[in-house]
Each structure stands twice: as C-alpha cells, then as structure tokens.
C-alpha cells in the first residue's frame, strides 16, 4: 500500500535546500500541497515557499496565517530548518552557542506551538522534527549542535505526550550522513576525497551514503496513516552505522 497524502497540506521549514527540499518533493509526490518556509528564496516554480524566520514568534505567527489564508489549513509539519556550529568550548561563544539553540530548539517550539493552536479540529494531524544522529553520539567540537539535537529528541517526546490527545502524532528522523550541499562542501575540503569518501562508505553496512530523498521516503511515511499508530519516536535513517562498531585500522587484516 503506498502513501497517499493527496489534499494534505504540508509545512516544511528549511526547505530551500538539502533535506528539507527533498522532504518537500517526497511529500508533493505523494500528493501532498507543501509549503516551504525558509528565509531564503526557492528557485522551484512546483513548490511554493513564503519567507519565514522560525525562531522569530511574529514571523512564525504571520508565516502560518499566510498558508491559512492562502493554501489552506496545515495538517502536517516538519521542523527541518536547522544549523551547525563547529568549536571547541574555549571558543565557543555565547552567541554562537545562542544561536543554534534558537534555531534548532526554538524555532521547532515556536512552530509547533502555532501548529497545534490552528490545527485542533482536523484528523491525522502530524509533525515530524529532523533530529541528527548526533544526538546519541557525535564529533568532537559540536557542542551546541548536538545538545541542541538531543534537545529536539526531548521535545519530540514531550509534544507527543501534550499533543496526544488532540490526535496529533510528533515523531523526529535522526539523519545519518546525507550527501547534502553542505557535506559535499564539507568533502571538498579533504585532501585526499576518494579516500575520505571509501572510508566514509565503508562505516555504513549497507554499503553506501544516504541521499536526501531517503529522508524525503520516511518523512511521508510518517505524515501518512500507514504510520497511525506511531508517535514519540526517534527513527535513525543512518543505513546501520550507528550499528557497526569501528575497530582500529590495524585490524583490519
């Protein structure tokens, strides 16, 4: 039975770009009407996309009364928009550390707050926060992104329990490395990239990195009732790396 979502109108943050964009196509395909919002143009006639800073409450308020007024009232949400911040805790600062915290933390808050203020009366309500296997465990210098992670995962299971009874399911999908805009920036950096990228490879027992549209898959199943019974959860999309123990190189024999 494959999902349909068709009449459905969908919410995703951050969806300019990378994971948000491919959740955005995932849930059109499946028939959803999507409305991006992100503080950044889109250049996709298919899609439409309103200008919205989610970790401002006036902005969030106005982003959500334009979709009521233009495309209808929301059903499902996915807090998508987030940023990473890499550094060591002695130079970490406090508005970096801020800013993370507001827009991984507060911006999800603030939309899924608005989101369940209007959407009280409809059935097979979703929302859907993109977490990051950096909640469980992570890199050295990523301080702020990963407690802000782990705090999506706390928030995740707390709106499950509050919106629960007004029929709201709230699950997370916790990426694992997605080949993304900003990872393959990221890959470019390397030296030696087709080495870096083998041995990337080699940590996923599955035997390949995760595209966006892997994410995109998952999130319309959760938004869809094939998923009704299903809330609180934290769902690791990581094709079995966090399953795979790393040994020293010298092992290897």
């Given at each position: ?18 994971i948000?964009?491919?959740?955005a196509?995932?849930l059109?395909?499946?028939g959803?009407?999507?409305v ?7 250049d ?17 308020a ?24 890499c550094?060591?805790l ?6 970096e ?5 507001a ?7 603030l939309m ?8 009280a009366?409809q059935?097979n ?6 977490s ?41 999908i916790?990426?694992g ?11 470019a950096?390397?030296p030696?990239r ?23 898959d998952v999130?319309?199943w ?21 399953a ?10």
């Amino acid at each position: 039975m494959s999902a349909n979502l068709k009449g459905r109108v969908a919410i995703v943050t951050g969806g300019a770009q990378g994971i948000g964009l491919a959740i955005a196509r995932s849930l059109d395909e499946a028939g959803t009407h999507v409305v991006i919002g992100d503080i950044q143009p889109l250049d996709d006639d298919a899609l439409h996309c309103h200008e919205l800073d989610a970790t401002d409450e006036a902005s969030v308020a106005a982003f959500f009364a334009h979709v009521r007024q233009n495309h209808g009232r929301p059903s499902v949400l996915v807090n998508n928009a987030g940023i990473l911040s890499c550094a060591p805790l002695d130079r970490l600062t406090v508005s970096e550390w801020d800013n993370v915290m507001a827009v991984n933390l507060r911006g999800p808050f603030l939309m899924a707050r608005q989101f369940a203020s209007c959407c009280a009366s409809q059935d097979n309500l979703a929302i859907i926060n993109i977490s990051s296997i950096e909640a469980f465990s992570g890199n050295p210098d990523h301080a702020a992104y990963m407690t802000s992670k782990a705090g999506i995962n706390g928030l995740t299971t707390s709106l499950a329990i509050d919106l629960g009874p007004r029929g709201v399911r709230v699950n997370a999908i916790a990426p694992g490395w997605i080949k993304t805009e900003m990872n393959e920036g990221y890959m470019a950096q390397v030296p030696d990239r087709a080495a870096a990228e083998r041995q990337l490879t080699d940590l996923h027992p599955l035997g390949r990195i995760g595209s966006p549209s892997d994410i995109g898959d998952v999130a319309v199943w959760l938004a869809s009732d094939q998923s009704r019974f299903v809330t609180g959860q934290v769902i690791r999309v990581e094709g079995g790396r966090m399953a795979k123990l790393s040994l020293p190189a010298a092992f290897n024999v």
